[in-house]
Every structure is written in C-alpha cells, then in structure tokens.
C-alpha cells in the first residue's frame, strides 16, 4: 500500500511549493531570520499567559498611552466639550465661535515647511479656489451622477488627466475594454488600497489566482502593507540600496512566481508621491 494516499501527496507537494518559493524570494538567512522573529513573538505571547508578566506589560503600555493622550488629546481646549448630543442644536452663531476658537489652537507651524506628508498646500490664491468650488458643490454626491452632471463631469476629466500622465490608452466609449478607467478617491492610502484591490481581483477573475502575492520595496508606501492584510495579499519586501535608494532588481526577480499579480515601483524619495499611488 502507499505511504501517502493522492490528496496527501498532492498537499505535501503543495506546501514543498509554498516553502520553495518563499525561500527563492527571501533568501535563506532572511527566512531564517523572520521564524526566529516569529517563534520570539509566539513565546513571548505564552510569556503574557502569565499574570504577573501580563500586569508588568500592560502597566507600561497604559502608561505610554497616557503620555500620548496628553500630548495629542489635552483636556484642556477652549470652549465646553461636547461628549454626547446636545439637548438642543446650537445657534450659526455658536458654532461660528466654536470654530474660531478651534481655530485658534496653535499647531505646528507648518507654513515655515516643518511637517511632511500631512497638508498639502498650493497656495493662497488656490486656497481661494477651493473654497469657492467647495461653497458651489457642498452637497453633491458623486456617486448619483445623474443627478449632478457636472460633478461627473470633473471625475472623468481628472481620471482621463491621470490616464494620460501614465500614457494609458483613453476609451472610446464606454464599452471599450482597451481603454483605461479609474475613479477618484479620498487620498493616497485609498488609491493604493483600490488598485491593489483591482489587480487582486482580476487575477482571481482572469488567471484562477486564489494565493496573491506582491512584489514591493521596503521604500514603498505602507498602504501596502495594509492592503496586504485587508485583501490577502502575501507581500515580499524587497530591500534598496542605502545610498541610491534603487531596488534590488535580482531579488525583485526571484520573487515572482506564478502568483504574483502585481510590482511596485518606488519613488526614491520614500512616501513623498502617495496620491499617485507609486
């Protein structure tokens, strides 16, 4: 009689598969590595089984947390707070003093350029333009296109406007499959998390893919990493030069398999393009 009957056999060579080609995109000493991470992460899991150890971890969490609340959270902002719905709306004139006072909270200063990646600013003169767009279509709803026209109108023109940045073909109408399309979305983090999405999707679709994975640098943005979790995509970092700041195009290469669905590339300047998704 045999060994293994063919499903197990078939499930052997399965997971000997699995193992070959993580170890073909890892790399012996990085796999290695990343199981003695893991093994010291289950251990310490069992460590915090135990009361003594838990009540010692969880004393210097809450104290962090505290720390941060007063930092980022202060209790101690102008004008009452509000922690549950008033009994009665508050007047125009209420809220317009609630907002001048919340205004008036100093922040950092970043008009002199000391933040990064959090206000994304053009201008005074399109600081003005916004306001006067936002005042026109404060309530319109872009996913009823037929009631707003117009709102249609400029979502398709900034997704043909992004197509042609990225010499995609425009279509022609809209059965036309050879076309590029898109949509517009709150930010960067969401644009990287649809596309990923979308080639997700069609690799199930279209080549049976049911195991994705991607291909990224460690410079990436990190909405891959989340999109790795929301979708599940198994996602292999790949490292850069520290001084170019280029990918390593021969482990890039060793990480493709058959079910690689997508590569990313990554601005050298590591998180300063999210909106474009790179």
Sequence with gaps: MPLMSRPDRYLVQQQLVR????????????????????????????????????RKVQGELDQVTLELEAKLAPKDGPGPTYLSLPERGLTQDAVSKALDEMSAIPNTKWETGRVSGAVYHGGKDLNEIWKEAFGKFEVSNPLHADVFPGVRKMDSEIVSMCLTLFNSPLPTSAVDENGGAGTTTSGGTESILMACKAYRDRARAEYGITEPEMVVPISAHAAFDKASKYFGIKIHHIPVDPKTRKVDIRRVKRAINPNTIMLVGSAVSDFAVPPLGI
């Excluded at 990343?34 to 069992?46: D, H, N």
């Design 19 to 54: 193992l070959f080609r993580h170890l073909r995109a890892r790399g012996i000493v990085t796999a290695a590595h990343e199981t003695y991470l893991a093994l010291v992460k289950r251990v310490f899991g069992l460590m915090l089984l135990v009361p003594s150890v838990r």
